[in-house]
C-alpha cells in the first residue's frame, strides 16, 4: 500500500503493510522530544514561513508573474518555491501567510494555501485553522464567547473546511491556532478591546484558575472540532508571544488539548523555550521569529550569523523540535523583509548562511540513533 492510499483510511494512523504511522507524530526518548516523520525517521523541523505570491504582482513586476510564471499559481510554487527552498536547506513550509496591510484600522494577512497548493509545493507544511482572530496585530474583531453554541458550530465550519480536506495528507505535520493571542496583553492599535483577561487575575489562585478552565473550554472546543474530521495530524495550537505576558495558567488550559507549545519570539528564543519546556515538559517549537540585517534601502533580510547561533541554542534544548524562520519568502511594501526581493533576486549572503547551519542540523539528526 501507497502512503496516499491511506486517504480512505482516516480511522486509522497506521500503514497497514508497513506498520510504521502514516502521519508526522512526536517520540518522547530518554533525552529528548522528537518530531517523526511518516517514513518513521526522526525529522527536526526547518521551515520558513511567509510565502505570499502577491508580492509579484505590483505593476512595476507583475510582468514577472505573467511571463515567467505563466500567471500560474502551480508553476510559481513547482518551479520556484519549491526548489528554493529545498536549495535553501528548509525542510517544510512553516506557516504561509504575510502581512499585507498594516495600520491602525486594517492590519491582515493574506490567505491561507488550499489543499491542493500544498500538492503543487510537496513538501511538508503547518497550516492554520482560523477559529478566532484575536491575533496580537488584529484589530478589527471582538472576543468569541468559548461556551456559546455559535462559537462550536464555528469551529466545526473550520474543520469540515479545511481538516476534512487536509485529513489523509501525509505532508501535513499539523494545525496551528491563533497567531499571538492576547490573552493576557495587548498591541498598541488594538486598546479598544484590551487583552481577554485582566492581567490582574495573575495576582490571585482564583484568577488563574479561572484563566485555566477559560482557556480550557477554547482549547476542547478546537481540539474536538479538529478530531472530529481528522484524528492523524498534530495538534501545534497557539503561537505564543514569548516576550509578552504569558503565564502557566494558560498553558494548564491547553495541555490536555495541544501536542506541542509554540512560540513566536524575536528577542530571545533559546532562553524562552528552556524555560517553558522545564515548566511544562511538553514539546516545544520556535514557530516564529528571527533577527534581521537592515540594507541600505530600508529593507531587511535575515541575519544569517545570529539565526546559526539560535538554531545551536535550539538543538540544544531536549524539548525543542523545530524552528520556523520570519522569512518572508519574497520582500514585499509592508513587511520589506525576504530572502528574495520583489524581482526574483536572491539576497546571496544570508542565504548560504542559512544554508550552511541547516546542513549542519541535518547531519546533527541524521547522527541520532
Known sequence: ?????????????????????????????????????????????????????????????????????GNSMEHWLKESVAPNLEDWGFNCLGWNQEVVTRGKTNHRHSRHFTYDEYQWLDMPYCHQLPFADFHWWENETRYPDFYSDGFAAWCDHVAREHCAVMAGDPKLIGYFYIDCPTWLFIGNDNEWKGPYFDPKMLE????????????????????????RYDPNHLILGDRYEANWTLDISIMEGARPYVDVLCFQDFKDPVGNLDYWY????????????????????????????????????????????GAHLCGAYLSNRVRRKGLLDENVQPYTEPIQKIRKVHRRVEAWVREQV
Open 278 to 321: 522545564k515548566e511544562t515538559g511538553m514539546p516545544v517549537l520556535w514557530a516564529d521569529g528571527s533577527k534581521n540585517v537592515t540594507l541600505p534601502d530600508g529593507r531587511k533580510t535575515i541575519d544569517g550569523d545570529a539565526y546559526g547561533e539560535i538554531l545551536k541554542g535550539l538543538t540544544e534544548n531536549p524539548g525543542c523540535v
Open 1 to 69: 500500500m501507497e502512503i496516499d492510499e491511506i486517504w480512505n483510511e482516516s480511522e486509522t494512523t497506521k500503514d497497514k503493510l508497513t506498520g510504521r504511522t502514516a502521519f508526522f507524530q512526536l517520540k518522547k526518548e530518554p533525552n529528548r522530544w522528537w518530531l517523526m516523520r511518516p517514513s518513521g525517521e526522526k525529522y527536526f523541523s526547518l521551515g520558513l514561513n511567509h510565502v505570499d505570491p502577491a508580492t509579484l504582482r505590483y505593476p512595476e513586476n507583475l510582468h514577472i508573474w505573467r511571463k515567467v510564471y
Open 204 to 227: 490571585s489562585k482564583v484568577g488563574k484558575e479561572e484563566i485555566t478552565e477559560v482557556t480550557g473550554q477554547y482549547y476542547k472546543v478546537c481540539h474536538d472540532a479538529v478530531r
